[in-house]
């Protein structure tokens, strides 16, 4: 039997409790964690046991072929399974770790006396899957049940101002924020556990109890035959999994380094570490929970300064929030070719194009730039990643799929209802207006003297300011006094727009052609239907 609790929980009989960790790594505002702790201090819960599985059909191939999991992702996320191990251990419990399937290893921890399994409820097809596939095994047992408890969002699902089916969910996100701005608060956060909170009790002496707390993963054995990258000198910042390390940075980009209160002027940055808050990886993987980062803001706001940035932070986690539930009510058509739109297009199954792409080697320097980030790092700006998604969708006329595919392989943020509901959008397949970037025009507005691309591709580094951008138009004599000749030291390009030729031709820039923001704009509710959702994370 399943039930979703409503964040206060329902009562649960069973002596032993199995808290099956997700998407959620993290002691903190952790609505299974808190549950757990209830169930012992009223006496309902004898035993809990604290599990995570590396499940190997998440680290399989996709049908595009790619790693589901690439190894940059696949490094953080042991790093912060280890991590949330450690931190249970240091309040009397520990953490089980099993590389197999969760349904396998809950069904061999149901125990004689009842068995409830606590676990965070998510929304897209694959894990509700797995979900089911749980469920089923319970199924068996009279005294088995799996709980599911809502916990991945700012604003928790049972205080929207929708319909339980979401079907009078906004499908574009300006009216969205408008009313959950209005009508909902973000819950207080949950309590994290003391020591003997979560006591293993008598199952600690249970030998796959055991086995499970003294295995310790490595990447070799949920990737075999790959091995640890080395730290690239150019990654924008040293990312380590786990809670720890998400508060570390918590604090620092707020209390330590007031980061926040520029925000908003800084965030379409490329290069180096404080740009942006690079909160996105710990988010994704469930180490640093939203309302944590929102009632530090609300402190941040009271004690030093409130303004434009500090808001603008909590904008993006309501955008996330906006993905996470459009997904859930437009389910698996977020993942079909013409997305919820239904929007039947012909895509250009160019292979050498698309392998350039994921290369970097496209012969457009924005574009390579920001894909070699991402191979090399596991990570690329917000900027970049609106730039990279628009290139292959609409000027390659690439199939999206096969782009979002890449970047839930590689992005050390990989979270499904972002990267699959920015994808989707990036195409124009929302119903939304389609937003085509012009690659130029956001290479010399976010890169004017090329200090990004010229940090990402080495062979373009004496390349001039004049032809950074645009590199094929060097004449022969600068080629040379460059050490770069196009088409051999560095590739034509793939594809070009003429949007591209007339770009700043004068020198100046007239008013159109401002710095694109991207996607917030003062606008009444019934123009913004028009705009499309697009909102990439970095």
Request: hydrophobic fraction near 35%; glycine fraction near 8%; charged fraction near 30%.
């Amino acid at each position: 039997m399943t039930k979703m609790a409503n964040g206060n929980g329902l009562k649960s009989s069973s002596k032993r409790l199995v808290l099956w960790f997700r998407n959620d790594l993290r002691l903190h505002d952790n609505a299974i964690v808190d549950k757990a702790k209830r169930s012992v201090a009223s006496g309902d819960c004898k035993e809990v046991l604290p599990l995570y599985c590396f499940d190997p059909r998440v680290f399989q191939r996709s049908e595009y072929g790619s790693p589901k999991t690439g190894v940059h992702r696949a490094k953080f996320l042991v790093e912060s399974v280890m991590d949330l191990r450690e931190r249970l251990r240091s309040v009397g419990s520990d953490l089980l770790i099993a590389v197999n399937k969760p349904e396998n290893v809950i069904a061999d921890l149901v125990g004689d006396n009842g068995t409830s399994v606590f676990a965070q409820r998510e929304v897209t097809h694959e894990e509700r899957v797995t979900e089911s596939l749980v469920e089923g095994i319970l199924a068996g047992s009279e005294r088995a049940r799996l709980e599911l408890f809502w916990g991945a969002t700012l604003y928790h699902r049972g205080d929207l101002p929708f319909k339980s089916n979401l079907r009078d969910l906004p499908d574009v996100f300006t009216p969205f924020r408008n009313k959950v701005e209005k009508q909902c608060s973000v819950r207080s956060l949950l309590s994290e556990p003391r020591a003997g909170d979560l006591p293993l009790g008598d199952a600690a002496n249970l030998p796959l109890v055991k086995k499970m707390t003294n295995y310790e993963p490595s990447l070799k054995d949920i990737l075999p035959g790959v091995d640890v990258p080395d730290q690239d000198e150019r990654s924008s910042l040293s990312f380590r999994g786990g809670e720890a390390a998400a508060l570390e940075r918590l604090r620092y980009y707020l209390w330590d380094s007031d980061l926040l209160s520029t925000y908003f002027e800084t965030r379409n940055g490329m290069v180096g570490g404080d740009y942006s808050t690079k909160f996105s990886p710990w988010l994704a993987n469930g180490c640093l929970s939203p309302r944590k980062i929102y009632h530090e803001i609300s402190e941040y706001e009271r004690e030093r300064v409130a303004n434009k940035s500090t808001y603008w932070v909590v904008f993006e986690l309501i955008w996330r929030d906006f993905f996470h539930f459009y997904c859930e009510k437009h389910g698996n058509s977020v993942f079909y070719p013409g997305g919820p739109a239904g929007r039947r297009n012909d895509w250009n199954n160019d292979r050498d194009a698309l392998r350039r792409w994921k290369e970097g080697r496209t012969g457009v320097p924005l574009v390579d730039a920001n894909m070699r980030e991402l191979l090399h790092t596991g990570f690329m700006s917000n900027r970049g990643r609106q730039n990279v998604a628009s290139f292959l969708a609409l000027d390659l006329k690439g199939d999206w799929r096969v782009g979002a595919d890449h970047f839930e392989s590689l992005l050390l943020d990989y979270d499904v209802c972002s990267n699959w509901g920015n994808w989707v959008s990036a195409a124009g397949l929302t119903g939304g207006r389609v937003n085509r970037f012009n690659i130029v025009k956001q290479s010399k507005d976010y890169d004017k003297a090329g200090e990004y691309i010229k940090l990402w591709i080495p062979e373009l580094r004496k390349v001039p300011t004049q032809y950074i951008h645009k590199p094929w138009e060097m004449p022969r004599s600068v080629q040379e006094s460059s050490g770069c000749f196009i088409g051999q030291d560095y590739p034509n390009p793939v594809a070009t727009s003429k949007a591209w030729e007339t770009y700043n031709k004068g020198g100046k820039k007239s008013e159109k052609s401002k710095p694109y923001r991207g996607y917030y704009e003062k606008r009444s509710v019934r123009k913004e239907k028009k705009k499309s959702n697009f909102e990439m994370y970095g």
